[in-house]
């Protein structure tokens, strides 16, 4: 059982460890793919280096200076979080990890297919959460958008209640699954008030009720509407404590909206953090 488990080892999520871990709790750190941090080539505009600072170089540092603190932090890809009575169970590819609070600083990485007719289907038998939409598509054909292990979870959660379910990888490589995967480049969504059909690039189609989009890896979006947690648009909804409305959960950097900057992250970062300690000790009184 953890005290306290970040999702995201940038610079939000990394202040928060160190805030956490300085409390003496239990701190796990998840983290997996590229940060946007990384791509950023030189920071001029961050305090305490003179000449800048490169975005790859910050982010190793961050995580060395957490690892030797004491944080835990693992590389793998979270692929769902599940909601107990007194803690909750992040779901990873490898194994599960029961904490007492989670602090979500992934960035906002809400990844959305160029294919035409997905933006206007939003709503009308496009989705982007199993776990939420899954029950309207009860004995229906559906189909899943993407190739990674996100993308066969989401398949997983569909097959308990649809009647078919295939993956469409839209010209990228067949993911290892039990589900039909179909991997022609797909050329338009195509229906009436709602989804009825999906066309490929090479004149096939397939008859569909529903489309399940599942790019990349889980990101906040995915974790706030299986949570129940309020967004604003694209972003997570917090008070100044940094926390969502749901008890437990808190998030910080990129993901809360506003000023998208190094400095803006670690002070959200370092508030989450506290405010964690703060939910963890009174839960022991």
Do not use: W
Not at 193 to 217: M, N, Y
């Amino acid at each position: 059982m953890y005290d306290v488990t970040i999702i995201g080892a940038g610079p939000a999520g990394i202040s928060a460890s160190l805030y956490a871990k300085r409390a003496n709790l239990n701190v796990l750190v998840l983290y997996y793919g590229e940060s946007n941090l990384e791509q950023a080539v030189k920071i001029d505009n961050y305090y305490g280096f003179k000449e800048g600072v490169g975005g790859e170089e910050l982010f190793n540092s961050g995580i060395e200076q957490a690892k030797n603190l004491g944080v835990q932090v693992e590389n793998l890809e979270v692929l769902g979080i599940e909601g107990q009575e007194n803690s909750f169970i992040i779901n990873t590819e490898k194994e599960n990890f029961e904490t007492k609070t989670i602090i979500i600083a992934t960035g906002n990485r809400k990844l959305k297919p160029n294919i035409l007719g997905i933006k206007e289907f939003e709503g009308k038998g496009v989705s982007y959460c199993a776990i939420c939409d899954a029950f309207f598509y009860r004995n229906k054909k559906v189909a899943v958008i993407g190739n990674g292990k996100f993308a066969v979870k989401e398949a997983t959660e569909l097959s308990h209640v649809a009647g078919n379910v295939t993956i469409l990888t839209n010209g990228l490589e067949k993911p290892e699954c039990k589900f039909d995967v179909k991997t022609n480049k797909i050329k338009a969504i195509i229906g009436d008030e709602r989804v009825s059909k999906v066309e490929f690039e090479d004149g096939s189609s397939i008859e569909i009720d529903g489309i399940f989009v599942a790019l990349g890896e889980a990101g906040a979006g995915d974790f706030a509407r299986i949570l129940g947690i309020i967004q604003k648009g694209e972003n997570i909804q917090v008070n100044e404590e940094m926390e969502t409305n749901v008890p437990g959960i808190y998030a910080c950097g990129n993901i809360t909206g506003g000023l998208l900057q190094v400095c803006k992250a670690v002070y959200e970062g370092a508030k989450a953090g506290l405010t964690a300690v703060n939910y963890v000790r009174a839960s022991k009184e």
